[in-house]
């Protein structure tokens, strides 16, 4: 990280990471960096190529055929691009977050993509959102927050945005889909989501967005 500082939020899918993430790098003038878009990607790329998303050595000769980049858009926004092709919007249906949920279990991703959220930050002060930016890719980073709240109040949240992406699917579907990806996430072997020792724990079931803002803001305010 050198003289850059960097903000690890770890969590369960739906803890509202990207959303109180994006808001705290607008605050302190920091990028945002989603590494969840990282293995989204490679999840796309694999379920295009017909290989299984649990086949390690099928997955894993994927690997140099794929080009990741990621760019900001003059709003801030992070832009994916996969082998030039800007897959943004595309990894974001429910088949590409399990996909993304499979491979990030494989071990030679994993490694694949540590650099690329390291040289961020790197080059950057960075607000990082993930599963093992505390423990694993930033373990020095100066502030970090694991971010939960009740499966059933982030399936509620999820299913709401869902909808209003014109996303058709029910209720119980996303609450089934949170619950199988946090045992998928929580029990892999390796960079297993759970919070770093050192990690401020946050739970913002019972907050709204202005409210859990609030929370990570103090904490980061505290820290920094
Ligand atoms: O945050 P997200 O839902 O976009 O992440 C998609 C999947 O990628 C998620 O199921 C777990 C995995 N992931 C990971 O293993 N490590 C990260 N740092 C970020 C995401």
């Known amino acids: ?65 794929i080009h990741i980049e990621m760019r900001y858009d003059g709003e801030g926004v992070q832009r994916m691009l996969l082998n030039g092709e800007d897959v943004t919007d595309l990894i974001r249906t429910p088949e590409v977050s399990m996909a993304a949920s499979d491979v990030s279990a494989l071990p030679p991703v994993r490694a694949f993509l540590l650099d690329t959220q390291r040289e961020m930050a790197k080059k950057y002060d960075v607000i990082m959102d993930g599963r093992d930016i505390g423990t694993v890719v930033l373990p020095e980073a100066q502030v970090k927050i694991f971010l939960t709240a009740s499966a059933r109040e982030r399936a509620r949240r999820r299913f709401r945005e869902l909808r209003e992406r014109g996303v058709e699917t029910d209720f119980e579907t996303v609450l089934q889909d949170i619950e199988l990806r946090d045992r998928n996430d929580s029990s892999r072997e390796i960079a297993p989501l759970r919070p770093a020792p050192d990690a401020v724990m946050c739970d913002t079931t019972e907050h709204d967005l202005d409210g859990s803002f609030e929370l990570i803001r103090e904490i980061i305010e505290a820290k920094k």
């Open 1 to 65: 990280m050198d003289n850059h500082i960097a903000i690890a939020i770890d969590g369960p899918s739906g803890a509202g990471k990207s959303t109180l993430a994006r808001m705290a790098a607008k605050r302190f003038g920091f990028i945002y960096v989603d590494t969840g878009a990282l293995y989204r990607t490679v999840g796309l790329y694999t379920l295009r190529s017909g290989v299984g998303t649990r086949d390690a050595q099928g997955v894993a000769a994927l690997l140099p055929e």
